[in-house]
């Protein structure tokens, strides 16, 4: 019984340094979780104004550019799917690479080839390991990510755009990534980036909020396509930037969620442990008791048969 003490104890030991991990994990979430949210509302307005004047711009306008003609028939799509670059957040990745899926396979239903471009580790190594090609990818920043690391993961994706489809270059850009709705409430998302959706079901030109908007009339210098192709980078940046900030604060979310998870089992495992040891520990004395009872017991009786 001793042995089996001592193997409680070792396990309560073990599950007790583990909770202590798991706390600080979730602390230190909590803590990332209210920097990341303030990012994302910082980033919102510069992203819905932005939307807001290419809506402008194409609706003023009758230039054909890829920002915002539908191509007639579509080709090849690319994908962008935001993970992360650590574990222990639960379901986060997953649910984003199972989004990712199926865009992939509406894309492909359609007729359309579809080129993946893949933020963070574990998407990486999703992909890797089931041997899919992946344009590109980068990993280093999901958690934290900054305006620099959105213009690197935009470049490429640009640069796919402004060539022809038969160049290896893509007709649309579509985005997967993990919106942050609350504390308790992540939801991978699809999102079309581009071509720019200027138009509601009613066929009046919408804002960034779903209201229709009236837009007056422009007129552009030097050009209504020079203009969209220098706002094109910049409304590509400022989306990507957005879904990358989006994403990291609901990593920290779930993650937090997860690390709160372990270690509220592992307390109820160490009680569990702590119950089974003193009963364990319990048997043990009263095994001793008895044998000690039964040994006074034998003296006795050798004593009074002696006699």
Known sequence: ???????????IKSVTATKKITKAMEMIAASRIVKAQRQVAASSPYAEELTRAVTAVATGSTTQHPLTTEAERPRRAAVLLVTSDRGLAGGYSS????????LTERLRASGKEVDSYIVGRK????????????????TGFSDSPQYGD????AAPLIEAVWKDASEGGVDELHIVF?????MMTQS?????LLPLS???????????????ALLPLYEFEPSAEEVLDALLPRYVESRIYNA???????????????MKSATDNAEELIKSLTRLANAARQADITQEISEIVGGASALADASAGSD
């Open 1 to 11: 019984m001793g042995a089996q003490i001592r193997v409680y104890k070792r396990r």
């Open 95 to 102: 649910n984003a690479i199972k989004a990712a899926d199926r």
């Open 123 to 138: 998407g990486v190594a999703y992909y890797g390991f089931r041997e899919r090609e992946v344009k590109e990818s980068w």
């Open 150 to 153: 959105a213009k690197a993961v």
């Open 178 to 182: 993990t919106e942050f709705v609350s």
């Open 188 to 192: 991978p998302v699809d999102r079309r």
């Open 198 to 212: 200027l138009t509601e079901p009613s066929g009046e030109a919408a804002e960034p909020s779903g209201q229709p």
């Open 244 to 258: 990358l900030l989006q994403a990291a604060a609901s990593e920290h979310a779930a993650r937090r969620r997860a």
